[in-house]
């Protein structure tokens, strides 16, 4: 199993940027495909990124491409999004999923689903003001 627990969360004002960070208990960190989402009030968790285990490949929702980026250091068991050029619909709960992998890293679309993590972290709020 692994516990995730989500700092960096905060308000900033639109055009501003953010670094959440995700830090991962257990001594596997490295065999977990990570994931970022949000939530905002009365809406769905959406997913917003994926990192392969290795950091070797990454997956972006079209409405962050380009101006978030999530990253892993495995050696500390952590995962990161860096958020710039933020703007007021990201404000949102963020939170990072866990999905042990094996073998062979292959992109597939149930990664963009929350069903497809095993494991969740307890959020952090994001508030971009205009």
């Known amino acids: 199993q692994v516990q995730l627990v989500e700092s960096g969360g905060g308000l900033v004002q639109a055009g501003g940027s953010l670094r959440l960070s995700c830090a991962a208990s257990?001594?596997?960190?490295?065999?977990?495909?990570m994931g970022w989402f949000r939530q905002a009030p009365g809406k769905e968790r959406e997913f917003v990124a994926a990192?392969?285990?290795?950091?070797?490949?990454?997956y972006y929702a079209d409405s962050v491409k380009g101006r978030f980026t999530i990253s892993r250091d495995n050696a500390n068991n952590t995962v990161y999004l860096q958020m710039n050029s933020l703007k007021p619909e990201d404000t949102a709960v963020y939170y990072c999923?866990?999905?042990?992998?094996?073998?062979?890293?292959?992109?597939?679309?149930?990664?963009?689903?929350?069903?497809?993590?095993?494991?969740w972290g307890q959020g952090t709020q994001v508030t971009v003001s205009s």
């Open positions: 999923a866990a999905r042990p992998h094996s073998g062979r890293w292959y992109y597939t679309s149930a990664m963009h689903d929350v069903s497809w993590y095993n494991y």
């Open positions: 990192i392969s285990w290795s950091g070797g490949s990454t």
């Open positions: 257990g001594r596997t960190f490295s065999s977990y495909a």
